[in-house]
């Protein structure tokens, strides 16, 4: 079958491999999209957790080929289901796990990352991590299971209550997606901010009605949006600069969250009299925590538009390109691998 393969950081080939021959716990699927996330390019470039070589792609939907010799009926799976992949495989047995925290396992791995993943013509996956999705459920949509999962865990830890104001810094597909949800949620008014007028086009037509673009002007006209400041303020950029002014716009009693991927070495300024002062409380949310059946349900009813965040369609061929090219990643929102 053909793949694309990460051999070591910056080295990406598609070529033949080996048709992944299912475990007893796991089915393989025939791959219809993957969607490329910034995960893909940190592995890409080398600064994420990751093993070499790696097949990444982790956002996947397909149609079941094959099943293990394991898989019980109970699973409902069988040649012909059509599914997407909750890409992170969980131990079961550590304290995080069995605690209902296991997107904190100990011993935890995940197609894509550590295991080999989506940008394939197959995928083997542990039936426990695959989820059916409706008829009338496209495959592109389907692949946007994993990040919504992401987003609705980041939303149930920020509990945004009645009539709160939500500020977002960032309008990629991950933005966008924040967006609607926290729109169709309690949120009493949504305001988002890009550096680039397109994405906030779309931002627009998705219902987004307060859109600034970043610039000089920009601390002026939140303040003139939210003179007390915003209960919730979000970064999904992953620019330590943009977390660090979060601060600046968050009101008195608010929330504040870092949702994008800084780098590791990334440091940021904070004053901790600030945050005592104004009673102010900081969240992380990293990946997904049993959120994968809210995030189907959402984009089943339509609750959310997923299919307006894609901006291309491409084929395996393409991707070592798109890996390469900063410029093209920059010009598009989320970009779509089809088989
Ligand atoms: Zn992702
Ligand atoms: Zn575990």
Redesign the pocket.
């Known amino acids: 079958m053909k793949a694309l393969v990460i051999d070591k950081p910056g080295q990406a080939f598609v070529r033949e491999t080996q048709y992944p021959r299912p475990a007893g716990d796991e089915v393989v699927i025939k791959v219809k999209n993957c969607g490329i996330c910034a995960t893909d390019l940190h592995i890409y470039g080398g600064d994420y957790v990751g093993s070499y070589p790696v097949i990444p792609g982790h956002e996947m939907s397909g149609v079941i080929i094959e099943i293990g010799t394991d898989v019980p009926d109970v699973a409902g799976l069988e040649a012909g289901t059509r599914v997407t992949v909750d890409p992170n495989i ?5 304290y ?2 069995r605690t209902n925290r ?1 997107n904190h ?4 791995n995940a197609l894509g990352v550590t295991k080999n993943g989506g940008f394939a013509e197959y995928v083997a996956a542990p039936y426990r991590n695959v989820y059916r999705i409706p008829d009338n459920m496209s495959f592109i949509e389907a692949a946007f299971a994993e990040p919504v999962s992401c987003v609705v865990y980041g939303l149930k830890r920020l509990k945004i209550t009645g009539g709160d104001s939500v500020l977002i810094f960032g309008a990629g597909p991950i933005g966008l997606q924040m967006a609607q949800l926290a729109m169709h949620g309690n949120a009493a008014s949504v305001t988002i901010v890009d550096l680039k007028e397109n994405r906030l086009r779309l931002a627009r037509k998705l219902g987004i009605k307060n859109t600034v673009l970043s610039g000089d002007g920009l601390p002026q006209i939140l303040k003139d949006i939210a003179p007390l400041g915003f209960d919730v303020v979000i970064d999904v950029t992953g620019v330590a600069a943009v977390s660090e002014m979060t601060i600046n716009y968050v009101k008195n009693t608010g929330k504040i969250m870092f949702f994008g991927v800084c780098s590791p070495e990334d440091k940021i300024m904070l004053s901790p009299f600030e945050v005592y002062k104004r009673d102010l409380e900081i969240y992380g949310s990293y990946a997904l925590c049993q959120t994968f059946y809210p995030a189907l349900d959402l984009i089943n009813n339509r609750i959310l538009d997923v299919t307006s965040l894609v901006s291309s369609c491409i084929c395996l061929g393409d991707l070592p390109g798109v890996l390469k090219s900063k410029k093209f990643r920059e010009e598009n929102m989320k970009i779509m691998v089809g088989f």
Not at 105 to 108: A, D, E, H, K, M
């Open positions: 969980y131990c079961g047995s550590c995080f796990c296991s396992c100990l011993n935890w």
